[in-house]
């Protein structure tokens, strides 16, 4: 039989090879290359570490992570799946999809080796396209400072006296270039003397406007175990997130046009135009993905129950958010 | 070329709604609304869901006037999405009749006894934290929008098939 696999030069590009269970990945200066027992999966190296970056930054995320229609990784929650084509109908149709369980502390031990070693010096993989330099070319470096950026997460509210800071100049984040025109002033808080630690406000779109990442949610407030996780997003959703449970968008600034397809067969069902203040649904048996034309705000809500979990597992989770 | 963005945000009387292209499927699936269009179209501090997830909510609020005196056995958020908004806060002689298995914020019978503790002026993109067991009510000048991240309750209306795309 004829070997298509490509050949890699690590010696010349300086870069490693990784492998977990059947799967090995390796790089060259302008693709990664995923072999697997039945054949081998190209994607360009810019795509792939950006997939790759959320994916780790998630933890794996709710449901599916579709680095493009043919590879990525399910969450089952203390393990994952990771895939070739078992979310592509004609993978499936035609018998060529290869699927593999791992322990997520196994995979994600791999993933972060990877994404050290071939993320190079001046490519961060969570920035704009025009706020970044390129993947291309040879192990130049490394970028660790920028790939071990971790998402804040308010124990009750962003800004309380020891819960997670407001965003400021003096914190190291700085206004991003698209939202200079957003108003930085602070809400007038008028406490009675003894109640100054127990009325809190804080100017969320200012917090947001100094986001210094894209497609990368934080949580700035928990009513329970609903997530209240916002978002400044760029250019692409560098993955097609697949929804195992609901997960509802209000868009705050500009626009977001949402690519919605089938969750397992990739299949076209809708496409969303939000703009400032629409509120819609991704169902439970999708995928999405993002544009945004503009570097936009956009608030994730999340519901963070253990009861969703079960219901996941039980196969009872709604499909839809509210029927009406 | 030094360009100078400008970020586009709304108000409840200025919006521009987006919509769904659909290929297969019911367009109900993605439940979508718009807060300025449902706080336009409301009375006065009634609280209407645009998003559910299980018991909990986001509700969109038209802050006109001064709203009812509430409290509720959990916290809540409201985040102002155009003009201001102020929210006055009491600390409760008395919070005993509150039920701690309650969700969702309910109406007090006029403003409660007890301590006055402050309040906070929102303005467009401000988020206030409203303490479980602490009275609240809002004030505003004219007709504006809120967001509540809140849990399904006694003040919750759920009108899914007027304020949604069908």
């Given at each position: 039989m004829t070997n298509l696999t490509a050949v890699v030069n690590n010696e010349q590009t300086g870069y490693q090879n990784f492998s977990a269970g059947s799967f090995t990945f390796r790089r060259d200066e302008y693709f990664a290359y995923i072999d697997y027992p039945d054949g081998e999966h190209v994607m360009p190296i810019d795509a792939f570490l950006k997939a790759l970056m959320r994916d780790i930054a998630w933890g794996f995320f709710y449901g599916s992570v579709n680095f493009d229609d043919v590879f990525g990784t399910t969450n089952h929650y203390g393990n994952v799946d990771m895939f070739i084509g078992s979310m592509n109908e004609e993978y499936v149709n035609n018998g060529k999809d290869f699927m593999e369980n791992f322990p997520s502390e196994e995979l994600m031990e791999v993933f972060q080796a990877m994404l050290s070693d071939w993320t190079i010096e001046g490519f961060d993989p969570f920035a704009a396209p025009q706020e970044t330099g390129t993947a291309w070319g040879p192990k130049n470096g490394n970028n660790d400072e920028a790939i071990s950026r971790t998402r804040q997460v308010a124990q009750r509210m962003i800004g309380i006296p020891g819960d997670t800071e407001i965003r400021s100049d003096k914190t190291g984040y700085t206004v991003n270039r698209h939202f200079k025109d957003v108003d930085q002033s602070q809400p007038v808080v008028d406490a009675e003397p003894g109640f100054e630690d127990q009325i809190h406000g804080f100017n969320l779109w200012a917090h947001l406007s100094r986001?210094?990442?894209?497609w990368n949610p934080s949580i700035v407030s928990i009513c329970k175990q609903s997530l209240l996780c916002p978002t400044t997003e760029e250019f692409i959703l560098p993955v097609e997130h697949g929804n195992d449970r609901v997960e509802w968008f209000v868009q705050v600034s500009d626009e977001i046009i949402w690519d919605i397809k089938d969750g397992k067969s990739s299949k076209p069902r809708a496409s969303l135009v939000m703009r400032a203040g629409d509120v819609a649904c991704m169902p439970a048996d999708i995928r999405h993905q993002g544009y945004s034309p503009k570097r936009s705000m956009l608030i994730v809500w999340e519901n963070g129950s253990p009861e969703i979990m079960e219901k996941i597992k039980d196969g009872t989770v709604p499909r839809v958010g509210v029927e009406f | 070329m030094s360009v100078e963005y400008k970020t586009t945000f709304a108000s409840i009387d200025n919006y521009n709604k987006g919509g769904v292209q659909m290929v297969s499927g019911n367009i109900k699936d993605y439940v979508f609304s718009n807060v300025y269009e449902v706080a336009a179209n409301a009375a006065p501090y009634e609280r209407i869901v645009v998003a559910k997830n299980l018991v909990y909510t986001l509700e969109s609020c038209r802050a006109e006037g001064e709203s009812p005196w509430y409290t509720c056995a959990h916290d809540e958020f409201a985040i102002a999405f155009d003009y201001d908004v102020e929210v006055h806060f009491i600390k409760m002689d008395d919070t005993s009749f509150i039920d701690d298995e309650k969700d969702g914020s309910f109406r007090l019978d006029g403003k409660p006894a007890g301590q006055y503790m402050g309040k906070i002026t929102l303005n467009r993109g401000h988020q206030a934290l409203l303490p479980e067991k602490v009275a609240y009510c809002f004030k505003a000048e004219k007709p504006a929008t809120l967001v509540l991240q809140a849990i399904l309750g006694d003040e919750s209306n759920e009108k899914w098939n007027e304020i949604c795309l069908t």
């Open positions: 986001s210094d990442v894209t | -």
